[in-house]
């Protein structure tokens, strides 16, 4: 089955910088890959996603890019800010609507 | 408008007992999973009602765990003869068909 790793588990940022999170999925047959991101006590809430017939996407501060042939997926945050401060999971499905694999989670914490 | 809404948000629990747990998804979505989230980990997929369908169920753990859907709408995941090891965030998303997954608060399950 499909297994999903992401890194890195924390990562530590200035506000105002860029935060990289990067993870890489197993099944070649997975086309739909969301990031969600997660504040303490909430569940999860989508931020973005992308499909696998376009290699990058952008919402604002946020881009996702994907490597299909490489089986990689990136979150880019420019700009950070202290709200930005949450847990971001990846994830991955065969098509859009079924069961997804999450990767670990990424602590990210942005400091003022 | 309203979103997922999932009861209880916890539930402190002798080893042993029984356990449900409710989702009432977002009005006139189809489909409906059920995720856990051990401390500090990802989500592990549990099991995902398509309409009328039958579930699949691939994700439980054990045979003590159960869901059903009643009448398409609202779903309860009941786990039997508790162990310490269920306590964990128990999460339901829904979707329309096909669309992003939109997650409840959770339920924080502890079983002592």
């Known amino acids: 089955g499909e297994n999903v790793e992401q890194h890195p588990s924390t990562l530590s940022v200035q506000e105002g910088d860029s935060a990289v999170i990067k993870c890489t999925y197993s099944?070649?047959?997975?086309?739909?890959f969301p990031w969600y991101k997660q504040e303490l006590g909430k569940g999860p809430q989508l931020i973005i996603d992308?499909?696998?017939?376009?290699g990058e996407k952008k919402d604002q501060r946020i881009a996702v890019t994907l490597n299909k042939t490489a089986k990689h997926f990136s979150l880019h945050i420019t700009e950070t800010q202290p709200e930005d401060s949450a847990v971001y999971f990846c994830?991955?499905?065969?098509?859009?609507?079924?069961?997804?694999?999450f990767g670990a989670g990424t602590i990210l914490r942005v400091k003022s | 408008g309203a979103g997922v809404s999932q009861s209880p948000s916890n539930k402190v629990t002798e080893k042993g007992k029984d356990v449900e747990l409710r989702c009432d998804p977002i009005?006139?979505?189809?489909?409906l999973y059920w995720y856990r989230q051990s401390l500090g980990q990802g989500l592990e997929f549990l099991i995902y009602f398509q309409g009328n369908s039958a579930p699949d169920k691939s994700g439980l753990p054990s045979d003590r765990f159960s869901a059903e859907r009643t009448g398409g709408s609202v779903s309860t995941l009941t786990i039997q003869r508790t162990q310490q090891e269920d306590s964990a965030v128990y999460l339901c998303a829904s979707s329309a068909s096909k669309e992003t997954q939109y997650f409840g608060p959770g339920t924080r399950l502890l079983v002592l």
């Open positions: 099944d070649s047959a997975s086309n739909y």
């Open positions: 992308i499909r696998s017939n376009v």
């Open positions: 009005s006139g979505h189809t489909a």
């Open positions: 994830a991955a499905s065969r098509s859009y609507g079924n069961k997804l694999v």
